[in-house]
């Protein structure tokens, strides 16, 4: 069903599928704030949902066929729930219109003035960026983030502003449901290599999308970046170089120079809307990171300095390792990497190894299968044994987080500096070691 044929004045009860995912669940929030009904199933709770229901929402921790009942009037499901999920079948047998998150966001974003953030890297954190500015200028915006801001502890922002910030996924083309007034291209690289040709596939992509802002609109780009470029051609809108607005003076809380990248597209999207640059240079500089960007967790019994960090590419890890390595030159690196889908360490594995070879030692835990795959023969184990053989960096491959965290507890010290990378749940070892969980 198309997101255009659901119109949410008629919606009253909503059913989310997937609720603990960080986009839906920032969509749930919105459909609670405008006082809707809201139910959501996952296969476990989580911190996340245990907030949503305490905000309001009813949740499922199975996802059964009974979860679906006659009162419901719309089913969001997450990209990753295939088509035969028992949940979406019950829904369709009983006629409920059932869209994806990205059509549902769509639905939301579009009747505002949309700020759209899309790219391989830094998505998130410039989303909350743009966010931080655009409250501290007093447009009181509306976004839907993913991840957590620090400075509130939610993926949502309700505003009574005409504008709304998000997340824009390039996944499947999703982000074609959006209809962005601005849209900010942090960066074009090769990734989701299960679904796209090649990276002309992924531009071609792109460049659908900046072709649908208006002309009296902005694209906020890099327009020298070779693998941006073409994603640019026929486009009518206003094109703001956000290299032009990196500010080296300007002080971030959280580390590394693609940070201040990031901060540079904040800051060009402030000149496109008018903003005081010095209003958006201090909510920058205020700026608390999110959650599982660079995040400080805390400190092992044993003085280790420990991190958590969502990084699952290969470019994101990089740049996170040599940020970090920046800040805590005299700490030996430890970092706990999960990969993130079969493919995409299949896709990417030498450049994995390179990237993780940043650290002084590498555990890995099993790889985190995010949506059904076809058979690979990639594992950890041997992703392991690559880094020690083309590196001489010490690596090793675990069967499970607790061993992880037992293994981190019993070989780390003071002068150690732990990270924890994944899209997985890899975080939840950051925990153990600090002893938080």
């Given at each position: 069903?198309?997101?255009?044929?659901?119109?949410?004045?008629?919606?009253?009860?909503?059913?989310?599928?997937?609720?603990?995912?960080?986009?839906?669940?920032?969509?749930?929030?919105?459909?609670?704030?405008?006082?809707?009904?809201?139910?959501?199933?996952?296969?476990?709770?989580?911190?996340?949902?245990?907030?949503?229901?305490?905000?309001?929402?009813?949740?499922?921790?199975?996802?059964?066929?009974?979860?679906?009942?006659?009162?419901?009037?719309?089913?969001?499901?997450?990209?990753?729930?295939?088509?035969?999920?028992?949940?979406?079948?019950?829904?369709?047998?009983?006629?409920?219109?059932?869209?994806?998150?990205?059509?549902?966001?769509?639905?939301?974003?579009?009747?505002?003035?949309?700020?759209?953030?899309?790219?391989?890297?830094?998505?998130?954190?410039?989303?909350?960026?743009?966010?931080?500015?655009?409250?501290?200028?007093?447009?009181?915006?509306?976004?839907?983030?993913?991840?957590?801001?620090?400075?509130?502890?939610?993926?949502?922002?309700?505003?009574?502003?005409?504008?709304?910030?998000?997340?824009?996924?390039?996944?499947?083309?999703?982000?074609?449901?959006?209809?962005?007034?601005?849209?900010?291209?942090?960066?074009?690289?090769?990734?989701?290599?299960?679904?796209?040709?090649?990276?002309?596939?992924?531009?071609?992509?792109?460049?659908?999308?900046?072709?649908?802002?208006?002309?009296?609109?902005?694209?906020?780009?890099?327009?020298?970046?070779?693998?941006?470029?073409?994603?640019?051609?026929?486009?009518?809108?206003?094109?703001?170089?956000?290299?032009?607005?990196?500010?080296?003076?300007?002080?971030?809380?959280?580390?590394?120079?693609?940070?201040?990248?990031?901060?540079?597209?904040?800051?060009?999207?402030?000149?496109?809307?008018?903003?005081?640059?010095?209003?958006?240079?201090?909510?920058?500089?205020?700026?608390?990171?999110?959650?599982?960007?660079?995040?400080?967790?805390?400190?092992?019994?044993?003085?280790?300095?420990?991190?958590?960090?969502?990084?699952h590419h290969p470019t994101e890890i990089e740049a996170t390792l040599r940020a970090f390595r920046e800040k805590y030159r005299e700490r030996r690196m430890v970092v706990a990497f999960q990969p993130h889908l079969h493919s995409r360490t299949e896709d990417f594995f030498d450049r994995f190894v390179a990237a993780l070879a940043l650290a002084d030692e590498v555990v890995l835990a099993p790889i985190f299968e995010a949506r059904k795959e076809t058979e690979h023969a990639v594992s950890s184990e041997k992703l392991a044994d690559a880094i020690v053989e083309r590196t001489r960096k010490k690596a090793q491959a675990f069967p499970d987080y607790d061993k992880i965290a037992a293994y981190l507890t019993e070989n780390t010290g003071w002068n150690d500096l732990i990270i924890t990378m994944g899209a997985g749940a890899?975080?939840?070892?950051?925990?153990?070691?600090?002893?938080?969980?």
């Amino acid at each position: 069903m198309k997101n255009e044929s659901v119109n949410l004045a008629d919606v009253a009860q909503v059913h989310c599928i997937g609720i603990g995912g960080i986009g839906l669940s920032a969509l749930a929030r919105y459909f609670l704030h405008e006082k809707k009904q809201v139910s959501g199933s996952d296969r476990a709770p989580s911190a996340l949902t245990d907030a949503l229901a305490a905000e309001g929402m009813r949740f499922f921790p199975e996802q059964v066929a009974g979860n679906i009942t006659d009162d419901i009037d719309l089913v969001v499901y997450t990209e990753a729930m295939p088509q035969d999920h028992e949940e979406l079948v019950a829904a369709r047998a009983k006629r409920i219109p059932c869209i994806n998150y990205f059509e549902a966001l769509g639905l939301v974003a579009n009747p505002y003035y949309l700020i759209a953030v899309a790219g391989a890297h830094g998505k998130t954190t410039t989303t909350a960026m743009v966010t931080d500015v655009l409250e501290a200028a007093g447009l009181d915006p509306t976004a839907a983030v993913g991840s957590l801001r620090a400075k509130t502890g939610s993926n949502f922002r309700a505003g009574k502003g005409k504008y709304f910030v998000v997340e824009a996924c390039e996944y499947r083309r999703d982000f074609l449901h959006l209809r962005p007034e601005i849209l900010v291209i942090t960066n074009i690289e090769e990734e989701h290599m299960d679904y796209f040709y090649g990276l002309v596939d992924i531009q071609d992509a792109f460049g659908e999308l900046a072709r649908r802002v208006p002309e009296s609109g902005h694209v906020v780009c890099n327009p020298a970046d070779e693998k941006v470029a073409p994603a640019l051609v026929g486009v009518s809108a206003k094109i703001i170089d956000y290299t032009k607005h990196i500010d080296p003076l300007l002080h971030l809380r959280v580390p590394g120079m693609h940070h201040l990248l990031n901060a540079g597209a904040a800051l060009a999207v402030a000149e496109a809307l008018g903003t005081d640059t010095v209003v958006a240079k201090q909510a920058l500089a205020n700026f608390a990171g999110t959650w599982r960007r660079s995040e400080y967790v805390g400190e092992t019994p044993e003085g280790a300095v420990v991190y958590d960090d969502y990084g699952h590419h290969p470019t994101e890890i990089e740049a996170t390792l040599r940020a970090f390595r920046e800040k805590y030159r005299e700490r030996r690196m430890v970092v706990a990497f999960q990969p993130h889908l079969h493919s995409r360490t299949e896709d990417f594995f030498d450049r994995f190894v390179a990237a993780l070879a940043l650290a002084d030692e590498v555990v890995l835990a099993p790889i985190f299968e995010a949506r059904k795959e076809t058979e690979h023969a990639v594992s950890s184990e041997k992703l392991a044994d690559a880094i020690v053989e083309r590196t001489r960096k010490k690596a090793q491959a675990f069967p499970d987080y607790d061993k992880i965290a037992a293994y981190l507890t019993e070989n780390t010290g003071w002068n150690d500096l732990i990270i924890t990378m994944g899209a997985g749940a890899i975080n939840t070892v950051a925990e153990m070691v600090t002893e938080k969980k």
